[in-house]
């Protein structure tokens, strides 16, 4: 069986054109079993950070975040005022925007 000249290209391009597709096939899966190995990673990490978080209640309990507060009231030496001014900022606003416009425009309509 003789090859010519055409048939011997023909099997040479068809080589070369296989390389990049087989290229494209272990990045493929090299990026799958990446995905895979840190999806796993990610879910044990999870799991021992929840189980250490599970041994300890009470460091979700309302007081230690009541007490953790004034802790830090005390260290940044802040006053009640500035606080309640905090909450003020935080309070939701109103919805009717008129009461807000007439005391602003009251004392220039005046």
Same mark, same amino acid.
């Given at each position: 069986?003789?090859?010519?000249?055409?048939?011997? &290209? +023909?099997?040479?391009?068809?080589? =070369? !054109?296989?390389?990049?597709? @087989?290229?494209y096939e272990y990045v493929r899966?090299m990026e799958k079993y990446l995905?895979?190995?840190?999806?796993?990673?990610?879910?044990?990490?999870?799991?021992?950070?929840?189980? &250490? +978080?599970?041994?300890?209640?009470? =460091? !979700?309990?309302?007081?230690? @975040?009541s007490k953790m507060s004034a802790?830090?009231?005390?260290?940044?030496?802040?006053?009640?005022?500035?606080?309640?001014?905090?909450?003020?900022?935080?309070?939701?606003?109103?919805?009717?925007?008129?009461?807000?416009?007439?005391?602003?425009?009251?004392?220039?309509?005046?």
């Open positions: 069986m003789t090859l010519t000249i055409r048939s011997k &290209v +023909l099997l040479l391009s068809l080589t =070369l !054109f296989s390389i990049p597709y @087989v290229g899966e995905r895979d190995n840190l999806e796993t990673s990610l879910e044990d990490s999870a799991r021992a950070l929840a189980s &250490v +978080l599970n041994e300890r209640p009470l =460091l !979700f309990a309302r007081r230690l @975040v802790v830090i009231r005390q260290t940044l030496y802040l006053s009640n005022i500035y606080w309640e001014n905090i909450a003020a900022i935080y309070t939701p606003c109103s919805l009717c925007a008129m009461s807000e416009w007439c005391t602003v425009m009251r004392p220039l309509c005046a």
